[in-house]
């Protein structure tokens, strides 16, 4: 634990991340890759919590013509399916895990209740945050700040398709510039892709650093649990 640099994460995985190679719904073995991944940090004696995404199944703005409401609503159920597909990859490796969701569904998973998540993580459970924050018109992303807030977490893992934050889209840009710091006011000024608005503020609000990092590498949730420099961290 003596290198360790963060002893509660929040893991935050889009739903995109969790589809592989095939763009749409889950792909167990990238699933499984993962539940590896964080069992290497329970192993560790680290806290995990995670919030998965949706938007390999739906979100809410595919919902064209839709009440924006209900479209949300089928985004959130969405980040429940990737929940339970989680938490079968992590339980098969014998981590042991909760599903809480923000919105009741007592028959598959427990409600989101903040001293018994807390209760969890200090037993070494992972505990994966579904449902969103379960209310329509937010992110996944804002879930994840608002949960690592709440749950005392001491940083927010940021894993994502790319490996870092860039000034500009890398897959079109070949120069485009990676940062390896930056701070939440540059990150809301410049508009960076990073996370959406709400969820900067109330990471910068609570003073929650960011980590941006691939998934695509294998070994990279440890190593920006280490502090090793990988991606881009946005902090105060
Ligand atoms: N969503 C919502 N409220 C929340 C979280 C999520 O309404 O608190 C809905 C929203 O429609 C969103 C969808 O769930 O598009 C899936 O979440 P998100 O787009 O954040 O998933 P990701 O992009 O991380 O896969």
Redesign the pocket.
């Known amino acids: 634990m003596s290198n360790v640099k963060y002893k509660r994460v929040m893991l935050?995985?889009?739903?995109?991340?969790l589809a592989g190679k095939n763009g749409y719904g889950i792909d167990f073995e990238v699933t499984s890759r993962i539940a590896n991944e964080i069992k290497e940090l329970v192993d560790m004696g680290i806290q995990v919590g995670a919030v998965?995404?949706?938007?390999?199944i739906?979100?809410?703005?595919?919902g064209e013509n839709m009440d924006r409401?209900t479209?949300?609503?089928?985004?959130?159920l969405?980040?429940c399916i990737?929940a339970l597909g989680l938490q079968d990859s992590l339980e098969s490796i014998g981590v042991d895990t909760r599903v809480q969701t923000?919105i009741e569904m007592k028959e598959v998973a427990e409600p989101f209740i903040r001293r018994r998540a807390m209760r969890h993580l200090e037993k070494g459970r992972v505990v994966i945050f579904a449902?969103?924050?379960?209310?329509?018109?937010?992110?996944?992303?804002?879930?994840a700040a608002l949960r690592a807030a709440e749950i005392e977490a001491d940083v927010i893992l940021l894993a994502k398709k790319v490996d870092g934050v860039y000034d500009k889209d890398p897959h079109k840009y070949s120069n485009a510039k990676k940062y390896d710091k930056l701070n939440y006011i540059e990150v809301l000024e410049k508009g960076l892709q990073v996370m959406d608005s709400t969820a900067t503020s109330l990471c910068m609000d609570n003073s929650i650093p960011i980590v941006v990092f691939g998934l695509d590498a294998p070994g990279n949730i440890k190593k920006a649990v280490l502090g090793e420099k990988i991606g881009t961290i946005v902090s105060k």
Do not use: H, I, Q
């Open positions: 935050k995985l889009s739903g995109e991340a998965v995404g949706g938007g390999n739906w979100r809410g703005r595919n409401t479209a949300d609503y089928m985004g959130m969405a980040t990737n923000a449902a969103g924050t379960g209310n329509p018109y937010f992110s996944t992303d804002t879930t």
